[in-house]
């Protein structure tokens, strides 16, 4: 056995040397010849055909090994050859056989009867074609020095397939055991060398007779319902699960191990991402003075960098905090933006700071992003609340007006809906303060657009989880009914675009985020998804609802008010018509002559009263 498998390696060595390769097809080129004669006149060919043998065999020889030369095919490694590969070689013997018939017929070097030649073509092709294909068989069979695990792919359709042939052509990590598929009219079937074992359904049982480590869901098409119900069927396994990219991110066509990639958070959710044409609604962008508040926030940053992308005129960036600014910079000096980009350090809430920025620029578009949004901190902090998220929409929304821009897009939350903290109150008195400015500023379109938690924020619950699982645990969750809704933050920015494009002045937008996710569920999928078990490696801890947090977030007052767009998934609302509880009552030990409601009814609320 050991001697079998020493004369396989040296098999093998062989296809890398091109020598040694067009020596044996050489050979086995001339061999072709001469079972061109044989079979035709006698295994023992008479004495009067063996010069005629020999120039057939040397010119049919000579030339499609020149042939094969010039098209490169001693400089494939056939161990690794692919289906191009092989195309290639067909082609280029075709070509050799068409300019050995062309010769032959037009000096008659050689006596060859047609039925030797076409036995002699057909010949050359098997024997130097399975030359080819042995390589490729040795080297499969052959065990691999590194431990290969056992994988099971998730789709046999064409990326299924295309991606067990990368697998099977490279042998890297991954030894693919056979296809899962649910289309009844492939189970029992071969694709690429492997069989479809069965359906979806069948995957625990196949996982454990196959002693499988990685699944692979090689299903583009495939949407977050999908995705999610095999997570349900693999979590309990304990194997790795990784998925290639959706159709839109595979683009290029380009399917290989290389793109699969670790299941996400995202691909969870079971809510489909909005997709939003910004190309066709982002032409209120183009050659327009951008302002952009809070950019260095991970909202604000998305924005500048999905508004570079639409061809605007020049864009201004406001943050508060210079690292986050510059960090911003130094990623956008990577993409190369066309648009000049102008950074400003400054205060929202400081008037004279931001008139100095609306008279330099006058922009023509604001994307207000600005804004405190740690709920707890807040609650420590009211004053603070206040007067970036209040009074700085009352100052960047009255310059606005003051200085004729054509649209304001203010960012807000859902925590705004009847508020049971500092920081929802301050984001529902910024939405107050909109909707008075618009009927100051006619002229100017002021829209506020809100939306659930954003998946890996600054801040946000996810980094949160992924640190404590990496330091081994604990994870923390408040409360084990705690729901939140959730989108990607690419998603919540198109969503502020596209309500720039269609709003036309005192809208409030909302998208359509499916059902709220249980932040228990939440943890326990990260858990899973690095590879532990909750509860087991990695334990969860319930510490109970902090100050002003609700145990659910709705996303409006009066549902009756609202009315559908031109897209099927954003909503809209008047910024006054929905109805609200009173403020007071919001501000933990706010009281009617405490000097933060005091101010905050003087300096930030509508002079009528309206609420």
Known sequence: MNMLGGLFRLWKKLAGHGFCVALLDFVLLAFAAYLGYAIRLTLFIPRVNLV?????????SSMTVFLFFAGGQYRVLW???????YIRFARLYLLASVSFVVLNFGWRFALLPRTSLVIMLFAGILVCGSLRVSWRLVYASLPSARKLSNALIVGAGEAGALLARDLLRNRGELLPRGFVDDDPFKAGKFVAGLAVLGGCKALPALVREYDIEVVLVAIPSANGKKIRELYDLLAPLGVSVRVLPSLHELAGGNISVSRLRQIRLEDLLGREPVQIDLQRVAAYLRGRRVLITGAGGSIGSEIVRQVLLNDPGEVILLGHGEQSIYLLLESLHRLSPGAPVRPFIADVADEEAMRDVFERWNPQVVFHAAAHKHVPLMEDNPREA???????TLTTARLAGEFGAERMVMISTDKAVNPTSVMGASKRVAELVLGETQECFPGTAYMAVRFGNVLGSRG???PKFEDQIANGGPVTVTDPAMKRYFMLIPEAVSLVIQAGAIGRGGELFVLDMGEPVLISEMAEMLIRLHGYEPGKDIPIVYTGARPGEKLFEELFYDPDTVRPTEHPKVFAAS????????LSPLLPGAQPLDPVWVWCKQEIMPPDGRE
Not at 79 to 85: D, I
């Open 460 to 462: 946000s619950v996810i």
């Open 52 to 60: 005629d043998l020999a120039r057939a065999a040397a010119v049919f």
């Open 575 to 582: 910024l006054l018509t929905q109805k609200s509880q009173p």
């Open 79 to 85: 161990t690794h050859a692919g289906l191009e590969e």
């Open 386 to 392: 206040l007067r970036v998220n209040a009074r700085g």
